[in-house]
């Protein structure tokens, strides 16, 4: 059985392959079903999302974010600061500079977050059918939500990425939900 590690790095390795045309395609549909979906969320303008800046290959949300801005739906996205992480509100994808691991994040003037109850759009480097998540290997998602933990957590990620089962530690938290470009995975 292969361990952890070898997981993420053979899924990090196969997402690196992929040609921009891949990312560019297969990231709108995701972003397509991704807004169908919120565009249904009663409380959405209320509880607000969460999101992340894609870094590399990850699956680009920049389309959904850009239209859930011009709706007025609260944005936040994560900054790391040491071994923690926080999210910030946005108002417009202008409000980012360079950040760990040289992932943007919210400028410092940006406030921070507090909508406990968002929708959390959640990368990773693999995920399976039960909602375990593989991130990068540094723990700040896990940290971050069992401290939320009434964040409604969706694992965003390429089909390729989604494995029948990984192993799992005591530390990993689930996702509620993981959507690829031609399958939505509830899990709750």
């Known amino acids: ?14 997402r690196n392959a992929m040609t921009a045309a891949q990312v560019t395609e297969l990231s709108a549909k995701i972003c397509a079903q991704l807004q169908d979906y919120l565009a249904k969320e009663a ?6 999302v969460y999101g992340y800046y894609p870094h590399g290959n990850e699956v680009s949300l920049m389309v959904l ?8 739906i609260p944005l936040a996205f ?10 910030y509100r946005v ?6 500079s360079e950040g760990a691991f040289h992932i943007m994040e919210p400028n410092v003037s940006c406030k921070q977050a507090d909508m406990e109850n968002a929708i959390c759009l959640v990368p990773g480097s693999v995920f399976d059918r039960s909602g375990n998540r593989y991130g990068y290997g540094k723990g700040y998602y896990d940290r971050y939500f ?4 009434d964040l409604k957590r969706f694992g965003i990620a390429y089909a ?5 089962t990984i ?7 689930q996702m509620h939900v993981i959507l690829t470009e031609d399958k939505n995975i509830q899990i709750i």
């Open 1 to 14: 059985m292969q361990t952890k590690k070898q997981i993420r790095k053979h899924m990090l390795a196969l």
């Open 43 to 48: 409380e959405l303008h209320t509880n607000g």
């Open 65 to 72: 974010y850009t239209w859930l801005l011009a709706q007025k």
């Open 78 to 87: 994560p900054r790391v600061c040491g071994d923690t992480m926080e999210f």
């Open 91 to 96: 108002t417009s994808m202008d409000d980012f």
């Open 146 to 149: 069992a401290l939320h933990k």
């Open 160 to 164: 390729f990425q989604v494995e029948d």
């Open 167 to 173: 192993p799992a530690e005591i530390t990993d938290i």
